[in-house]
């Protein structure tokens, strides 16, 4: 049943000042397992699911001539750096691409910052919550500590924590915290019943997805990182129950517009007693019309972001058949040529240079060079010098799409034109 432990903090005489020296009681929440929970839910709120399912599916099958794939790494990396947003990480997709390119070219170790090295590594964590974990028989918590370490590779503590954290408050005690997870003793059965909850299928897939990232943020079982792994935990449960299984829904940009309502939805979720109560029930409630609604807009959203991707993908291409033309070539290159296949893959990997084409097209170096010459002529790729003897090219329309995009999601009615941003974003590309 779920309850407050009370627990007594000791006297810290080495903290700096009086209030944090100061020792007394504080409570710490241990939730109602999930396994055997009786999940009752209005049948407004079981509508609302459907309807959010329904509108992925027809994400799934958007006609983007470019590709699905594209799109699903264009809105992971929108949802990495989103997601980092939220943990106070500032850093533009550009480095974040960068960083990213730096991790497949040994040629590539300059141009980004420590903290879009960081972002990145959280592209690759979402990533890995997209492809390991979704291809595993079955979850274990080893695979859950194991994001957390690809998360965060640099956290000094890896592994289930072994001592008590708290949310707000001041950093000696959490007397004064808004929120005190379980006792460390609690963390391991709480995950064991976790991830045995993943492996089932017993609620829809948007309802699953809801529980296990309110739950373990719950628990917060690591000393740091939890909210980056709790969101990427969302993308691994949809992409298990085969409902997004190549596209990365942006929940992170509309929860971090949403904040206040994300941490009430959360709050409201800690309901003390049985889960069969009313109050139980009506926690539990409060937590999914926040999710199911926040879903809903990044399902809309992403709609819109596949709309301008085919946009810009079909602008692409004439401008590529304009530039062919006027140097007397057939418009439309050779179907599956190399300058072909570079031009598609673009939304998925804006920044490239002649090795990483190599790889990604095994193709000879004089055939990547020549590819990405005839784009930059044709002003969809802009060649940038990121080391001495290395030539970046950077796709700057999709970084200027990313940047309108989180302009877009940072008001309150998803436009600018209605309310600004009601955060910090970056500024308009310039024309």
């Known amino acids: 049943m779920a309850d407050y432990l009370e627990a007594s903090w000791p006297v810290a005489w080495d903290?700096?000042?009086?209030?944090?020296?100061?020792?007394?009681?504080?409570?710490?929440?241990?939730?109602?397992?999930?396994?055997?929970?009786?999940?009752a839910m209005p049948p407004e709120i079981a509508e609302a699911a459907a309807e959010a399912e329904r509108l992925v599916r027809l994400l799934i099958a958007h006609p983007a001539s470019h590709?699905?794939?594209?799109?699903?790494?264009?809105l992971l990396r929108s949802e990495?750096?989103?997601?980092?947003?939220?943990?106070?990480?500032?850093?533009?997709?550009?480095q974040v691409a960068l960083a990213e390119l730096a991790g497949s070219d040994a040629g590539v170790s300059h141009g980004f910052t420590a903290t879009a090295r960081l972002v990145a590594n959280n592209v690759t964590a979402l990533r890995r919550a997209v492809t390991d974990l979704v291809g595993a028989d079955v979850l274990?918590?080893?695979?859950?500590?194991?994001?957390?370490?690809?998360?965060?590779p640099d956290e000094r503590q890896h592994g289930l924590?072994?001592?008590?954290?708290?949310?707000?408050g001041g950093q000696w005690h959490p007397l004064d915290a808004e929120f005190v997870p379980p006792p460390p003793e609690q963390v391991?059965?709480?995950?064991?019943?976790?991830?045995?909850?993943?492996?089932?299928?017993?609620?829809a897939p948007i309802v699953q997805a809801a529980i296990v990232h309110a739950q373990f943020e719950t628990i917060h079982p690591f000393t740091d990182g939890n909210g980056r792994v709790g969101r990427a935990l969302i993308h691994t449960v949809l992409a298990?129950?085969?409902?997004?299984?190549?596209?990365?829904l942006p929940i992170s940009l509309v929860l971090l517009t949403q904040s206040d309502r994300y941490v009430a939805g959360l709050t409201a979720y800690r309901y003390v007693g049985a889960p069969s109560t009313v109050e139980a029930r009506s926690a539990l409630?409060?937590?999914?019309?926040?999710?199911?609604?926040?879903?809903?807009?990044?399902?809309?959203?992403?709609?819109?972001f596949a709309d301008a991707l085919t946009e810009l993908h079909d602008e692409w291409c004439e401008r590529h058949y304009a530039f062919r033309r006027s140097q007397g070539l057939r418009a439309v290159p050779r179907a599956g040529s190399a300058v072909e296949r570079l031009r598609d893959l673009l939304p998925a990997v804006p920044v490239v240079t002649a090795r990483t084409v190599e790889r990604l097209l095994s193709v000879t170096h004089p055939a990547a060079r020549q590819a990405l010459e005839e784009l930059a002529k044709a002003r969809i790729l802009h060649p940038k010098q990121v080391e001495r003897n290395t030539t970046g090219y950077l796709a700057r329309e999709i970084f200027d799409l990313l940047t309108m995009t989180e302009r877009r999601l940072a008001s309150t009615r998803w436009d600018t034109r209605d309310t600004p941003p009601n955060r910090a974003v970056p500024a308009r590309p310039q024309k």
């Open 15 to 39: 903290a700096p000042g009086k209030r944090d020296r100061r020792g007394g009681i504080y409570r710490a929440y241990v939730p109602d397992r999930l396994l055997g929970r009786q999940v």
């Open 67 to 74: 590709g699905v794939d594209g799109l699903a790494r264009f």
């Open 80 to 94: 990495a750096i989103a997601s980092s947003r939220i943990e106070g990480l500032q850093v533009s997709p550009q």
């Open 140 to 152: 274990s918590v080893a695979h859950i500590v194991d994001l957390h370490r690809v998360l965060l």
């Open 161 to 168: 924590r072994q001592v008590q954290n708290w949310i707000g």
């Open 188 to 203: 391991a059965p709480l995950m064991d019943d976790l991830v045995a909850f993943m492996n089932g299928a017993h609620h």
């Open 240 to 248: 298990r129950r085969g409902l997004t299984p190549n596209a990365i």
């Open 285 to 304: 409630g409060s937590w999914l019309r926040v999710f199911i609604a926040a879903a809903t807009t990044a399902v809309e959203q992403a709609k819109e």
